[in-house]
């Protein structure tokens, strides 16, 4: 019964940021693309989903991916220099996985 009522504060919503930069690599295991991320981002949304992953949950799904999933034919995944992490076939950007947030 006070006199105040309490203000719910909103915690503010990342940016996500649309993939831009130069590509610095392309990989045929996620793993191997998630090191590179880490070393030009430390938090990302996964294309389409509201959670954010640190650079430590990124790895350990890239890991559990490379166990379960195997890259089709000419398919590479693409690190660009904002973190952005997208999947390649034959040479063509067709799907970004995880988008770097601010």
């Known amino acids: 019964m006070g006199l105040f009522k309490k203000k719910k504060v909103e915690e503010p919503q990342p ?15 996620l793993t191997e693309a998630a090191e ?12 389409g989903e509201p959670d954010l992953y640190s650079i430590n949950d990124l790895k350990a799904m890239a890991e559990i991916d490379d ?17 952005s992490i997208g999947l390649k076939k034959d040479g063509v950007y067709i799907d970004w996985l995880f988008i770097p947030v601010r």
Not at 36 to 47: P, Q
């Open 67 to 83: 166990q379960e999933n195997q890259l089709g034919e000419g398919e590479k995944y693409v690190v660009l220099s904002d973190g």
């Open 36 to 47: 590179e991320a880490a070393r030009h981002h430390f938090k990302w949304v996964f294309m």
């Open 15 to 29: 940016v996500v940021v649309e993939p831009q930069g130069q590509e610095v690599g392309c990989y045929d295991r």
